[in-house]
Structures are given as structure tokens and as C-alpha cells.
């Protein structure tokens, strides 16, 4: 499937435009009737599972991205699967696993790829915090979303 034809999918639709952002660490998956049609999507392997992220499906992101160990873009996904479960040690473990070229455009503008891993961390560390505190969650599943939607855009993209 090009990438264009999966811009203009009712699932990836359905997706880019939920709303509110998706919560740190779901309880559920958001739509399970798109569980389905993702995994009937005829598109890379990684374009599958960050759309299981979006829709809060982190064990239907695992289960594919598990299958990829090695690729930086499926390992990419495991780390904020792992995150979002929450499982924080085990997200940065991947995260040290992984490098890839968009990393700085998604973590850290302008910068290097350790300065945006070093920020993957951070993140995870916010993350934690927030849930333990419960303040600050809306601003961090705004930039959770934001980091997500952007790695979906790039993998599709790629397609």
C-alpha cells in the first residue's frame, strides 16, 4: 500500500484525529473495531504497529515489533510500548538498543541523535513521575501524542 493511499485510510483517519490524546498508560484499547482493519492494512510491518500504538494497543504493537528485534524503528516502538504499559526500565533498556536518523526530529530539533536518546530518557523519567503525582499528566500525553503521531508520520512516509 503507498503511502498516500494510507493517508487517506479511514483507519489512519480515524486515528490522526482522536481526541483527547491518548491517556500515558491505557487501560484498554481505544476502538477495538480498529484493531481489525489495522491489521488488515496492506503496509509495513512498523506502519502496523505505531497504528496499534495510536489506538492504545500497546500488546498489538509488541507482539509485531517483537518479531523485528534489531530493526531501529521496531525497536523504536518496543521502547514506547514498554513505557506506556508501564514498564519504565524496560523502555529505556530498548532505548539504548536503538539509533536511527529521525530521532533528533522527533526528540530533539537541531540537535544529535545521544542529545535526542538522552531526552527519550527524560521522558520516560517525566512520565514515571507524572504517574506516581498525577500532575502534569494532560501536558505529557499531549507531548506522548505529539511524539507517537510524528513516528507515524515518518513511518508512513517511509512506506
Not at 485510510?9 to 487501560?27: E, G, I
Not at 500497546?58 to 530493526?71: D, K, P, R, S, Y
Not at 512520565?127 to 510524528?150: A, F, I, L, N
Amino acid at each position: 500500500m503507498a503511502n498516500a493511499e494510507l493517508w487517506s485510510s479511514p483507519v489512519v483517519q480515524a486515528l490522526f484525529v482522536r481526541s483527547p490524546p491518548a491517556p500515558l498508560s491505557p487501560k484498554v484499547v481505544w476502538c477495538q473495531d480498529l484493531t481489525t482493519q489495522i491489521n488488515q492494512l496492506s503496509a509495513n510491518l512498523n506502519v502496523i504497529a505505531v497504528l496499534h500504538l495510536l489506538n492504545d494497543d500497546f500488546n498489538g504493537c509488541h507482539e509485531l515489533v517483537q518479531t523485528q528485534e534489531g530493526n531501529p524503528y521496531s525497536d523504536h516502538l518496543h521502547s514506547i510500548a514498554h513505557r506506556r504499559e508501564p514498564d519504565y526500565w524496560n523502555s529505556k533498556y530498548w532505548i539504548e538498543r536503538f539509533s536511527h536518523e529521525h530521532l533528533p526530529e522527533i526528540y530533539s530539533p537541531g540537535g544529535t541523535i545521544t542529545q535526542a536518546k538522552q531526552e527519550m530518557e527524560k521522558f520516560v523519567d517525566a512520565v514515571q513521575t507524572v504517574e506516581t503525582s498525577g500532575e502534569g499528566v494532560p501536558d505529557h500525553e499531549k507531548r506522548q501524542w505529539e511524539e507517537m503521531t510524528m513516528l507515524a508520520r515518518i513511518l508512513i512516509n517511509l512506506e
